[in-house]
Nanobody
Framework: QVQLVESGGGLVQAGGSLRLSCAAS????????MQWFRQAPGKQRELVAI???????NYAGAVKGRFTISRDNAKNTVYLQMSSLKPEDTAVYYC????????WGQGTQVTVSS
């Protein structure tokens, strides 16, 4: 079992920045990759970014160039640095592991006002 706890969400104006954190605990040796998903009201959950154990990253087209995923292996924590935020980035953001995801965090709300 892997436990994931997100933090860092909140309300920000368009153009602003936020950093989300996801702390992992439990059987983390089984994690080959960690991911951030988001789900906006009335929409399906979508993949935002992924980072592998080796540090390779990939992003959804809508966030590429604005969001950065990173990891601190010593702290078993993954981050999502979000910059140049837009109202359409408003969603609940979830951390998930491994790939494909079997474990999910509780989610953290990000609201971007125009």
């Amino acid at each position: 079992q892997v436990q994931l706890v997100e933090s860092g969400g909140g309300l920000v104006q368009a153009g602003g920045s936020l950093r989300l954190s996801c702390a992992a605990s439990g059987s983390i040796f089984s994690i080959n990759a960690m991911q951030w998903f988001r789900q906006a009201p009335g929409k399906q959950r979508e993949l935002v970014a992924i980072i592998t154990r080796g540090g390779n990253t990939n992003y959804a087209g809508a966030v590429k160039g604005r969001f950065t995923i990173s990891r601190d292996n010593a702290k078993n924590t993954v981050y999502l640095q979000m910059s140049s935020l837009k109202p359409e980035d408003t969603a609940v953001y979830y951390c998930a592991a491994p790939n494909p995801p079997r474990f999910w965090g509780q989610g953290t709300q990000v609201t971007v006002s125009s």
